[in-house]
């Protein structure tokens, strides 16, 4: 079934009025029942916000998808509404929602809104198409669009259907927050496949669910297969086939590279793992120490940034010292409560990384041991890496029971040996050092002054930009985040600036500099401020990814200058994220916001003289 077929003339609203969420629900409702195609408005707008409270369709770049399926529905339909001005929709990136696509299926539908939903959802990941829509001028020029990009997406699959003819290579893209890197490693795919004039398909794990996914009858008939991700997918089901394992940037970075590899077959036989016994699904030993430290950063992240929040605002209310029942109230939540966790947490989660579900409570014991002894984010890496790799240990050491004692390993043997191996390797042999080392660091930390806390702040600010929510950047923002447990503030300011320049930069650039941007560039360059200002370091990724020798030099130097200014300035930031909203916490907010817009200035100034003009249509 087209989009079209459902999609008609009289379902378009060019204007939407509305300048709410629910406003905007009830005036697409409205379009509906006054074209004949609800039988009840009212239980059909109580389906559509009965789904919206399961979790919010505004999928974010500016789009909205409500949709249900009810009795309410006479015929089914799809209402496109269209809002210059933009609407707070909850959109899973923060952003208005200015285009709205309301899918309205019969209760027998059979699921087919939901497969019109994912095929809407692969159409307005083209930012031309969304480009196009907010242009449009009428409700023809909308059907229009929306036929045009279908049929160039029915071409590439005819193309996938002739497999017989040519060698199939699939792919799965994956990340762990967010949806840039997992959709742009396989655009990259892709087009590059395209070029090369080679079949991929490519299954994307994104924020908004599995899109896209592999049939076993395409897996069987793959050349190979590529996984460029950063979060565990299944890959049992690859079994027997030769299997390409690397982080989702160098989908983004190297498609070519990667297909290639495919084509040649140059990866291992993937073997499966021990499948059908409990619930304990292992994990591949090559999954990669990337991939499970960013499991346990990604799940640690919502305690950092929640904690943080309220300890400075604990900090703005109290002072320095959180004097009042305001402030300590505030600190007791975010300080003794969300922080606390941190480490147990982060440990936690890589432990789970690597062997499943048996490793999280090794996990988590380990990084609270690690935190009461001092050993800090250092002791805490150390606990998960250990406590996943000695419950697969564990795995493979009581793999020759009894099959009659399988149902007692998942809840008491790994467990109970994780537990107890984990907690006296941590105390006995791993706490020790290394709590003398995080401890050497501390004191290092606390003792720069001038020239060496300088070169730190220009250190930390260039890793924040280097790959843009990447490995490197990660690293940056979890050295900062120790910092501020460590009760040493002024590194994390050098990180936050460093990460704000970027997006801050090109969106200056885009201003300054109009004739070097193409239109849709520069209207991608207005989001930018507010992805800067808000420490959304990721806002500039598709600019890297389109020029990335330009953009990435322009935004190492500007950040690596913006984080050297601010440990020059003594600059002492005590909340973890924030950006330009917490500003007023720190120490010198005004020397902050100098450095801050010198740092965006430069990288305005560097990417904009390089650039070489584009022809403008």
């Known amino acids: 079934m087209r989009i079209t077929d459902l999609l008609k003339i009289d379902t378009v609203l060019i204007n939407l009025q509305s300048a709410n969420k629910t406003s905007v629900i009830n005036e697409l409702a409205d379009v509906l029942y006054e074209t004949n195609r609800l039988h009840d408005k009212k239980q059909f707008i109580e389906a559509i916000l009965t789904r919206e409270a399961q979790s919010t369709t505004g999928i974010g770049e500016g789009i909205a998808i409500p949709h249900a399926k009810t009795s309410a529905v006479k015929t089914p339909a799809i209402v496109f509404g269209r809002s210059n001005s933009g609407i707070d929709y909850d959109s899973l990136d923060g952003q208005p929602a200015h285009l709205f696509f309301m899918i309205a299926a019969s209760e027998g539908a059979n699921n087919a809104h939901l497969e019109t939903l994912s095929r809407l959802s692969t159409l307005l990941m083209d930012e ?17 669009l929306i036929n045009e990009k279908e049929d160039a997406i029915n071409k590439d699959e005819e193309v996938f259907s002739s497999y017989s003819k040519k060698p199939l290579i699939l792919a799965v893209t994956a990340c762990p927050t967010g949806i840039a890197h997992t959709y742009m490693a396989a655009d990259a795919l892709k087009a590059k496949g395209r070029e090369l004039n080679i079949d991929i398909k490519v299954e994307t794990n994104g924020s908004t669910g599995v899109k896209n996914e592999l049939t076993s009858d395409e897996i069987r008939k793959a050349t190979a297969i590529i996984i460029a991700a950063d979060k565990n997918v299944d890959v049992n089901r690859f079994e027997g086939k030769h299997v390409i394992q690397v982080p989702v940037a160098e989908g983004i970075r190297k498609p070519k590279e990667l297909i290639e590899r495919a084509m040649k077959q140059d990866a291992p036989i993937f073997k499966g793992t021990d499948k059908g016994k409990s619930d304990e ?99 805490g890496l150390v606990a998960g890496f250990l406590a996943g790799y000695v419950v697969i240990g564990l795995r493979k050491l009581f793999s020759k029971l009894p099959e009659t004692l399988e149902g007692m390993k998942p809840v008491l043997l790994y ?33 720069l002054s001038g020239g060496n806390a300088i070169l730190l702040g220009l250190i930390l600010g260039g890793m924040m930009a280097v790959d843009m929510g990447g490995p490197i950047n990660k690293a940056a923002f ?16 050098a990180v936050m600036a460093g990460g704000m320049v ?66 020059a300035f003594g600059i002492t930031l005590p909340a973890p994220h924030g950006g330009a909203f917490v500003i007023p916490l720190v120490n010198k907010p005004f020397m902050y916001l100098l450095a801050i817009l010198i740092g965006s200035a430069i990288t305005a100034l560097i990417l904009g003289i390089w650039k070489k003009k584009v022809e403008q249509n």
């Not at 969304?130 to 909308?142: K, N, P, Q, T």
């Not at 390797?425 to 501390?442: I, Q, R, S, Y």
């Not at 322009?554 to 200058?561: C, L, N, P």
């Open 478 to 493: 979890t050295f900062g985040i120790a910092a501020i447990s460590a009760q040493n503030f002024g590194p994390h300011a």
């Open 281 to 379: 699904s292992s994990k591949e030993k090559g999954s990669g120490i990337y991939k499970h430290l960013m499991n346990g950063v990604s799940n640690m992240l919502p305690f950092v940034v929640s904690g943080g929040i309220l300890i400075a605002l604990a900090f703005a209310f109290g002072g320095i010292h959180t004097k009042g029942p305001i402030a300590e109230l505030l600190m007791k939540i975010g300080g003794a409560g969300a922080f606390s966790f941190l480490v147990p947490i982060l440990a936690g989660f890589i432990a789970s990384s690597i062997a499943d579900r048996p490793g999280f409570a090794p996990g988590v014991v380990g990084g609270f041991l690690a935190a009461n002894a001092g050993a800090g984010f250092l002791g």
């Open 502 to 567: 970027p997006p801050l930069g090109i969106a200056l650039a885009t201003t300054i500099f109009k004739s070097k941007f193409t239109e849709l560039e520069r209207k991608s360059g207005v989001t930018n401020y507010i992805m800067g200002i808000s420490f959304i370091t990721e806002g500039a990724i598709p600019f890297a990814a389109a020029d990335p020798i330009r953009v990435i030099v322009s935004s190492v130097i500007g950040s690596s200058i913006a984080g050297g200014l601010a440990m």
């Open 415 to 447: 467990p109970v040996f994780g537990l107890l191996i984990t907690g006296v390797l941590m105390e006995l042999v791993v706490n020790p050092p290394v709590t003398f080392l995080n401890t050497a660091l501390t004191d290092w930390l606390s003792s």
């Open 128 to 144: 031309a198409l969304r480009s196009s829509l907010f242009g449009a001028a009428d409700a023809e020029e909308v059907i229009a």
